[in-house]
Each structure stands twice: as structure tokens, then as C-alpha cells.
């Protein structure tokens, strides 16, 4: 839902930053592996118990992994950057969950369920996008749903920093995550039909 509905505001800060990196000769590529390796740290960081240090480099590789789209879309984008792109984001999104269950083993059962539901979403969201003749802004159509990526990194800092709660946020995660598959198949069967 922020991914759609608020990036107009940060995108003059993205574009500033894209432009930055572009002049200093990095590619997209480059910077979507180096929000990769920030991104994965931060499971590191949740496990050896230093939340701050896992939230600032969870974020950091967030906001790199929307500055490398922008370098991509000013340059030139490539199906490679893009399969790159989208399967880094969800190691990242492995790194966090694994972090937290090995630290914390009692919340394990939720976050294997939100796991399964991050498959899910991400498999309907990525085959509407192959079927659809629809275009975005990016290489492939873009579903909206209520967990978007800003939502989920909203809630993996919710999980970090209050883990007394964290089997309670993670099922909030869940059940958002149950809509948004529900949303996105309900435009599916509208796109597809």
C-alpha cells in the first residue's frame, strides 16, 4: 500500500541519490548486490542480539533496493537486474525471519506461517505479473495489496525491536499477508479473465 500510494514523496530523494551513484559510475547491478549483502546482514544482527545495528541496515538496504530501480529506469533496465532485484529482496526477507527464529525458537511456529504466506503472495503477485499484458513502472505489472515491501519492513521493525511481541506482530504480519493474497487474486481473476 506506501509502496503505491507514498513513494511520490520519497522519489526526489531516490532520484537524487540514483543520479549521486550513476555519476560515481556505479550500476544498478552493483548497488542491488550491495543492498543484497547489507539486506542479509541484518539476520546476523537480529541473532547476536544488536536490534539497532539489524534495523538501520535492514532499511538502509531497502532504501537501495528503490534507489537501484531508479538507476535502472535512467539507464537501462534489464531482465536480469530485475530477476536479481526480486529474488534478493526475499533472501533479505529469509535473512530476518531466520535471525529471529533462531534467536527466538518459541516464535517459531508463527514465522514458519508468515514464511509460507510470503511464498504465496509473491507467487501470485509474480505470475500475474507474467501473465499480465498490463505495464508499470517497473519491467512487469505491479499488484498493489495492503503488504507491500514498506509494510513489511514497518513490521519486521516492529518484530526487532519489541521481541517480547513478537509472536503477536508476526500474526499481524500474517493476516496482512492473508489479504493482500486475497486482493491480489481478486484482480487476478479481473486481468486474467
Request: net charge positive; no cysteine.
Amino acid at each position: 500500500m506506501l509502496d503505491t500510494h507514498a513513494r511520490k514523496h520519497i522519489q526526489p530523494m531516490v532520484e537524487k541519490t540514483a543520479d549521486y551513484l550513476l555519476k560515481r559510475g556505479l550500476t544498478a547491478d552493483s548497488v542491488t548486490k550491495i543492498a543484497f549483502i547489507i539486506g542479509l546482514s541484518t539476520g546476523v544482527f537480529i541473532y547476536l542480539d544488536q536490534p539497532l545495528i539489524a534495523i538501520a541496515a535492514l532499511w538502509l538496504s531497502g532504501y537501495l533496493d528503490v534507489v537501484d530501480g531508479t538507476m535502472a529506469r535512467k539507464t537501462k533496465p534489464s531482465a536480469w537486474g530485475t530477476l536479481l532485484d526480486i529474488s534478493f529482496d526475499r533472501m533479505v526477507e529469509i535473512s530476518v525471519i531466520l535471525g529471529l527464529a533462531f534467536r527466538f525458537p518459541e516464535s517459531m511456529w508463527a514465522l514458519l506461517l508468515l514464511s509460507v504466506s510470503i511464498i504465496i503472495a509473491m507467487t501470485v503477485f509474480l505470475t500475474v505479473g507474467a501473465l499480465s499484458d498490463k505495464q508499470g513502472m517497473k519491467s512487469f505489472y505491479y499488484q498493489a495489496g495492503l503488504a507491500e515491501r514498506t509494510e513489511g519492513f514497518i513490521l519486521f521493525t516492529l518484530m526487532i525491536a519489541f521481541s517480547t511481541y513478537l509472536t503477536v506482530i508476526t500474526l499481524i504480519f500474517l493476516a496482512m499477508q492473508i489479504i493482500t493474497i486475497l486482493q491480489r487474486m481478486a484482480e487476478a481473476r479481473k486481468i486474467l479473465k
